[in-house]
């Protein structure tokens, strides 16, 4: 399973996002500050190309997932670059 890590500042404090795709499983999985959701991704996360839009905090943010199962985070309109792994 990949997994990418950001930490993110905002007002409130910094926030942890975890974005983890299983293609075996066919389905990925968002941790915002420990709590988790799944999302599918597809046959063997081939097809997972979406954008999710969450708050952290007062804020909105935006995971792009490109349609190779890549995921960026998108916070005050910049790309946060992940935490090296």
Do not use: C, N
């Not at 983890?20 to 190309?49: H, N, Q, W, Y």
């Not at 954008?51 to 910049?78: W, Y």
């Amino acid at each position: 399973m990949k997994q990418t890590i950001w930490r993110v500042d905002t007002e409130e404090g910094i926030h942890t996002v975890t974005y983890a795709i299983s293609r075996l499983k066919g389905r990925i999985t968002v941790s915002i500050e420990g709590d988790a959701f799944t999302l599918p991704a597809g046959l063997l996360g081939l097809k997972a190309a979406r954008r999710e839009i969450f708050r952290l905090g007062d804020e909105q943010a935006v995971l792009a997932v490109d349609g190779k199962g890549r995921a960026a985070l998108i916070f005050r309109a910049e790309t946060v670059s992940p935490i090296p792994s």
